[in-house]
């Protein structure tokens, strides 16, 4: 149907906005045969993108796409390992190589259905931990509209008799405990004063403690490790 | 080839995400960067992108479009949903500006066209006025919407969206032969 025509045309464009846009992917979801004009254009069009030179992108283009998998899966493959110089002075110790990997993930929007445009995504802290000796993946996030803290672990190694402590470092404070880890998935929503902590600028830690957890309600033991959290 | 591995990515091969991955990273760069113009920005979106064909592979459909299309297509969507996401945006460039980058013809590993059917389209597109041409230009390489190519232009929101539907009526029309 000719009236299909620029309508398809424009939403295979992004030139549709607002309500039209909507229109447009309703119809998509209902109609077969603006559906089919969809596909018309899409294939019309495609041969455009071949004026478009190819860019090289970053080498560490892999890894990252690997470190946005791992974030939701709870086989995690320990990332990249960096030296870090551990300040805190309440730690007994600096850990002598903790795994340094912040990665910050925004919430992946659905693919071809082209969104009206509405505020960003709700604000995500993410940080990934892994380490040997200490698990082989270790992911905390923290979403601030929920208020919700998750926690991933897998293949934690943790002696006999000891345990291993979860802590947040509010920006030149002292730790706050998020309790002990365990292998699996956990989520749990926090306090408000809790949840004020989570911001750009505070620390995710594990420190090697007795088993049962510190007895001193700090860190007593040795920092196993240790990264920032970015808000995004 | 890409479509045998995007099946694979569908059932949850890594190894087959990284293969496509690797045949097509420059190309999808580059479409993020041309939409986005920000290295870093297109970086982040270039990851999103790969993020949504892995979870998204097991919807495409072989029959109904090329692989190579799906995935630029898939890219260009996402730049674009970062670049109306942004608060604060830089100025449209000018079409003179416009025209210099879309004339660059890519060296790439993986074409999305035949030498036919990219003769079909730029034929095409010369069969229509210049205005609305450089308009449909400029919406699918700067991933601009009618409100913003009428504040460009200077011209009222109905007068662009006559302009561009006229063209793209001549288009089809065109197209079809």
Redesign the interface.
């Given at each position: 149907m000719s009236e299909n025509v620029p309508l398809a045309a424009e939403y295979v464009l992004r030139l549709l906005e607002g309500e039209e846009l909507l229109d447009a992917r309703r119809r998509l979801a209902g109609d077969p045969a603006f559906a089919d004009e969809v596909a018309f254009w899409e294939d019309r069009f495609a041969p455009l993108f071949d004026e478009i030179a190819d860019e090289p992108p970053s080498p560490e283009l892999w890894a990252r796409i690997v470190a946005r998998l791992d974030l939701t899966d709870p086989t995690v493959v320990t990332l990249r390992r960096q030296v870090n110089r551990w300040k805190g002075a309440t730690m007994a110790a600096a850990a002598a190589a903790a795994v340094l990997l912040v990665v910050a993930v925004r919430p992946t929007p659905p693919v071809q259905q082209p969104k009206p445009t509405v505020a960003a995504p709700a604000p995500l802290l993410v940080a990934a931990l892994g380490k040997e000796g200490l698990a082989e993946g270790l992911t905390v996030a923290y979403r601030s509209d929920r208020r919700e803290l998750a926690v991933t672990a897998s293949k934690l190694t943790v002696p006999a008799g000891r345990a291993r402590e979860l802590w947040v470092i509010p920006a030149g404070g002292t730790p706050i405990s998020l309790g002990l880890l365990s292998d699996g998935s956990a989520r749990r929503p926090l306090a408000p004063e809790l949840a004020a902590v989570f911001k750009s600028g505070a620390t995710i830690a594990v420190s090697d403690e007795p088993g049962g957890g510190s007895p001193t309600g700090q860190p007593t033991g040795e920092v196993l490790a240790a990264t920032g959290l970015i808000l995004i | 080839m890409l479509a045998e591995a995007l099946e694979r990515v569908a059932r949850g091969d890594?190894d087959a995400?990284?293969t496509v991955?690797d045949r097509t990273?420059?190309?999808l760069?580059?479409?993020c960067?041309?939409i986005l113009k920000d290295r870093d920005e297109?970086?982040d979106a270039?990851?999103?992108v790969?993020?949504?064909?892995?979870?998204?592979a097991a919807?495409f459909d072989a029959s109904?479009?090329?692989p190579?299309?799906w995935l630029?297509?898939?890219a260009?969507?996402?730049a674009?949903?970062r670049f109306?996401?942004r608060?604060v945006r830089a100025a449209p460039a000018p079409i003179e500006e416009a025209h210099g980058l879309?004339?660059?013809?890519?060296?790439?590993?993986e074409?999305?066209?035949e030498k036919q059917?990219?003769a079909?389209?730029?034929h095409c597109l010369s069969t229509i006025d210049g205005p609305a041409r450089e308009m449909?230009?400029a919406?699918?390489?700067e991933?601009?919407?009618?409100?913003q190519?009428a504040a460009r232009a200077a011209v009222p929101l109905g007068t662009m969206k006559s302009w561009?539907?006229r063209g793209?009526?001549r288009?089809?029309t065109c197209?079809e032969e």
């Open positions: - | 890594r995400l990284r991955v990273s420059a190309k760069m580059g479409v960067l041309r297109a970086e270039l990851q999103e790969y993020v949504s064909v892995w979870m998204r919807s109904r479009a090329s190579i299309t630029a297509t898939v260009r969507n996402r674009i949903d109306r996401a608060s879309a004339d660059e013809r890519a060296d790439g590993f074409q999305v066209a059917e990219s079909r389209i730029h449909i230009r919406a699918f390489f991933g601009l919407s009618y409100p190519l561009i539907r793209l009526q288009l089809r197209l």
